[in-house]
């Protein structure tokens, strides 16, 4: 596969070698725990499947060439990846990262590392030069999120990079919301990036997994070895299923972007609603950034309903028939969600109020369903 190749192209094409021994086009499903040696030690390059499945490494190419990356590695989830990463770090280190966080990511942080001597530092990165009053001789990674979840800040990838090689720390970006269809972190200086592979890559709901990505051979190997080392590995079912969601990811987030424009213009305007956060409104603070740094503004919308009690809101959040109530996003079906109960309950009340995550913000992950469809169940639900 030819590298200049454009991302539909490669999201369909990239990695998915004919078989060899039948000619499938489809990779198959190497359903298989080990492989059988012809002496010890001499084998086809796969030992374990710990370590090494075909239909993994596949799926691992085709996602390296979304990001523009040299290397993928692939784990059984989005935290099983961002755990990875913070694994390579040791007691006494520190991070500095955002303060509108992915609860996961926040509880991992704060409660499996820092009793291990790793330090976190809760930054508003939308001004990148935050970032430098917190940076001593300890200081290791910056861990960003762009945008953010659920309040939608955007930060400058570009700036955090260029502070990062000043400093030779580890710019990590998490990419999940973006895909690699709106943003490539590593073309913008990030040394790694991170996706929740179960979200827009997966596209369809039905598998858990995460990736990272990167162009340093160091990097990769210390990654590769945390993966066959702690065996946070997907299966290769779940490694089939995401290489047949990736190649519509082209089609699915042009459509994602077309509702979600259609969806925040529409609740802008809408009596019920006090705010609406989408990087892709003018007078968003953070806009001039999203388009220089993304190719469109994807279909994530959080909105606070006006004077609404948590009681209203979770009735208003009951009332959808198109969007189902769910934790998760970026499948093709439509979800809404209460961050403050739901995905962002293990932060504690306080740090969520600072950072926006009121009890009447709700979030939407605007599905790839007929656009009227959408807007009308909004408004019926909203009534
Ligand atoms: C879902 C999510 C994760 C965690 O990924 P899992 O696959 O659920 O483990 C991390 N970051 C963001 C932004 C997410 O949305």
């Given at each position: 596969?030819?590298?200049?190749?454009?991302?539909?192209?490669?999201?369909?094409?990239?990695?998915?070698?004919?078989?060899?021994?039948?000619?499938?086009?489809?990779?198959?499903?190497?359903?298989?725990?080990?492989?059988?040696?012809?002496?010890?030690?001499?084998?086809?390059?796969?030992?374990?499947?710990?370590?090494?499945?075909?239909t993994r490494e596949a799926l691992q190419e085709n996602i390296a060439a979304l990001e523009n990356g040299k290397h993928?590695?692939?784990?059984?989830?989005?935290?099983?990846?961002?755990?990875?990463v913070i694994r390579t770090l040791r007691p006494g280190d520190e991070v500095i990262t955002g303060d509108d966080l992915y609860g996961g990511s926040y509880?991992?942080?704060?409660?499996?590392?820092?009793?291990?001597?790793?330090?976190?530092?809760?930054?508003?990165?939308?001004?990148?030069?935050?970032?430098?009053?917190y940076i001593n001789e300890n200081t290791k990674m910056i861990w960003a999120e762009t945008p953010t979840n659920p309040t939608m800040q955007i930060i400058d990838i570009e700036a955090c990079s260029k502070i990062a090689k000043t400093h030779n720390l580890t710019l990590v970006v998490d990419n999940t919301f973006a895909s690699p269809y709106l943003q490539n972190p590593l073309n913008l200086g990030a040394d790694i990036v991170m996706h929740s592979v179960t979200k827009y890559l997966g596209g369809h709901s039905d598998v858990v997994m995460g990736a990272l990505i990167t162009n340093s051979d160091e990097w990769h190997e210390k990654l590769y070895f945390v993966l066959n080392s702690c065996g946070a590995n997907p299966g290769p079912m779940d490694s089939f299923l995401v290489m047949r969601g990736i190649k519509t990811l082209h089609l699915r987030m042009e459509r994602h972007c077309f509702n979600g424009r259609k969806v925040a213009e529409y609740l802008k305007n809408h009596p019920k609603i006090e705010k609406v956060y989408w990087p892709?409104?003018?007078?968003h603070p953070n806009h001039e950034i999203a388009k220089k740094q993304m190719r469109?503004?994807?279909?994530?919308?959080?909105?606070?309903?006006?004077?609404?009690?948590?009681?209203?809101?979770?009735?208003?959040?009951?009332?959808?028939?198109?969007?189902?109530?769910?934790?998760?996003?970026?499948?093709?079906?439509?979800?809404?969600?209460?961050?403050?109960?739901?995905?962002?309950?293990?932060?504690?009340?306080?740090?969520?109020?600072?950072?926006?995550?009121?009890?009447?913000?709700?979030?939407?992950?605007?599905?790839?369903?007929?656009?009227?469809?959408?807007?009308?169940?909004?408004?019926?639900?909203?009534?």
């Open positions: 596969m030819k590298k200049d190749m454009k991302f539909g192209t490669k999201a369909i094409h990239a990695g998915a070698h004919p078989d060899p021994t039948t000619g499938a086009i489809m990779t198959p499903i190497f359903q298989t725990s080990t492989y059988v040696q012809e002496a010890p030690g001499v084998n086809k390059g796969f030992g374990y499947a710990r370590g090494k499945n075909p993928c590695v692939c784990f059984s989830s989005g935290m099983g990846a961002t755990d990875a509880r991992l942080f704060t409660k499996i590392y820092e009793p291990y001597g790793i330090k976190f530092h809760f930054v508003n990165l939308t001004d990148a030069s935050n970032i430098e009053q892709g409104f003018p007078e469109d503004f994807g279909g994530m919308i959080s909105i606070v309903l006006k004077d609404a009690s948590i009681e209203n809101t979770f009735k208003v959040a009951s009332s959808f028939h198109v969007f189902s109530l769910a934790e998760s996003l970026g499948g093709v079906e439509s979800l809404i969600n209460h961050p403050a109960t739901m995905t962002h309950a293990s932060i504690p009340k306080a740090e969520r109020e600072k950072a926006g995550v009121v009890d009447n913000l709700l979030r939407l992950s605007v599905g790839v369903e007929d656009i009227e469809d959408i807007l009308a169940d909004i408004e019926q639900a909203l009534a």
